[in-house]
């Protein structure tokens, strides 16, 4: 069972630079998050998704934007990196009420410098 | 401020004491859930409570849902090196599509 996947696992980049960190999920879910954990802290949610072609901001949804053309992917875009972006990001998926788990990825460990 | 404030923020203890980790807030949930988070990883759920008062047991663990649902705790009974982890927890507010994540305990068990 796949679950859901992050790619890549670690990513440095220059500030400036973009790049999308990719999830894709094979439980048909139709809810997907994005979360951004700092060191030593919790999760802070970014972006989450109630179906294709439906996304919403969460907390902390500056500087980042998402699409959700399928049901299976979600992918999250930073356009112009900043150091302040340096976090471990987690995609998140479940299927339906909340009696059900949040299934998370592995992360993805991103460093702007 | 965060809306979901747990205690303590770190917790090292010895292999068969006994702890207890809070999670409090000043608003009402509809239902509150407990995650381990290892090095590396992403969290994995524990548990789900739903119902003000509801207390739900996982082996030597103790979950309890305030009567109010505004806060909840987790009770570890003779603590293992294997609990070594963090410990989330995360509301739900009016049944919503969005979890608010607490800052998390950060407990440490030396054999």
């Known amino acids: 069972n796949a679950g859901v996947t992050q790619t890549p696992k670690f990513r440095i980049l220059k500030i400036g630079q973009s790049m999308t960190l990719q999830c894709a999920q094979d439980?048909?879910?139709?809810?997907m998050y994005w979360y951004r954990q700092d060191p030593g802290m919790g999760l802070k949610l970014i972006y989450y998704s109630v179906g294709a072609g439906i996304t919403d901001k969460g907390e902390v949804p500056n500087g980042y934007n998402v699409s959700r053309s399928t049901t299976e992917d979600f992918p999250l875009r930073l356009e112009l990196a900043a150091p302040s972006q340096t976090s471990v990001y987690f995609c998140a998926s479940r299927g339906g009420p909340w009696g059900q788990p949040q299934h998370f990825g592995d992360g993805t460990r991103l460093s702007i410098l | 401020t965060q809306l979901l404030e747990q205690s303590p923020q770190f917790l090292s203890i010895q292999e068969g004491e006994n702890l207890t980790v809070y999670c409090n807030s000043s608003?009402?949930?509809?239902?509150l859930q407990w995650y381990r988070q290892e090095p590396g990883e992403g969290p994995v759920l524990l548990v789900t409570?739903?119902?003000?008062?509801e207390v739900k047991k996982l082996k030597r663990l103790t979950f309890q849902f305030g009567d109010a649902r505004k806060d909840s705790s987790l009770h570890i009974t003779a603590a293992q090196p294997g609990d070594t982890g963090l410990y989330l927890c995360a509301g739900a507010l009016n049944a919503g599509n969005m979890l608010t994540f607490g800052g998390g305990t950060r407990l440490m068990v030396k054999p």
């Open positions: 409570v739903v119902t003000g008062g």
């Open positions: 439980m048909n879910h139709n809810y």
């Open positions: 608003s009402v949930f509809s239902s």
